[in-house]
Nanobody, 117 residues
Framework: QVQLQESGSGLVKPSQTLSLTCTVS??????????WSWIRQSPGKGLEWMGA???????YYSPSLKSRASISRDTSKNQFTLQLFSVTPEDTAVYYC?????????WGQGTQVTVSS
C-alpha cells in the first residue's frame, strides 16, 4: 500500500544544486521508527546510501556527502526532499527514495539525474 514517487529535474548543470522530492502515499513520514532515505546508483557501482530523515525529523548523512547534502521533510504534504549542492558529473546516477523500519521495505521507482552542461 505504501508507495513512493521521486520527482525533480532530470538534468542539472555542474556547480548547481540537485533537488528531488519524494512523495509518500499510503503511509506517513511520522510512522514510529521509520526512516526515509535517499539512495543512488551510478553505472558500475552498488547502491550508495546518501542520507535519511527519521520519523522524528532527525537527519543523518553519509560522511562522504555530509558537506553537500541536505534532507528535509514536509509532513503536511507527506514529502521529503533531497538537495545536493555543488554537483559534478560524478553525481550522475539513478536516485531512489526508500523507507521502512530497519530496512527499506518501500522504494520509489528511481529517477535518472544527469549532471551535464
Amino acid at each position: 500500500q505504501v508507495q513512493l514517487q521521486e520527482s525533480g529535474s532530470g538534468l542539472v548543470k555542474p556547480s548547481q544544486t540537485l533537488s528531488l522530492t519524494c512523495t509518500v502515499s499510503g503511509g506517513s513520514l511520522t510512522t514510529n521508527y521509520y526512516d526515509w532515505s535517499w539512495i543512488r546508483q551510478s553505472p558500475g557501482k552498488g547502491l550508495e546510501w546518501m542520507g535519511a530523515v527519521s520519523y522524528v525529523d532527525g537527519t543523518y548523512y553519509s560522511p562522504s556527502l555530509k558537506s553537500r547534502a541536505s534532507i528535509s521533510r514536509d509532513t503536511s504534504k507527506n514529502q521529503f526532499t533531497l538537495q545536493l549542492f555543488s554537483v559534478t558529473p560524478e553525481d550522475t546516477a539513478v536516485y531512489y527514495c526508500a523507507g521502512g523500519y530497519r530496512r527499506w521495505d518501500y522504494w520509489g521507482q528511481g529517477t535518472q539525474v544527469t549532471v551535464s552542461s
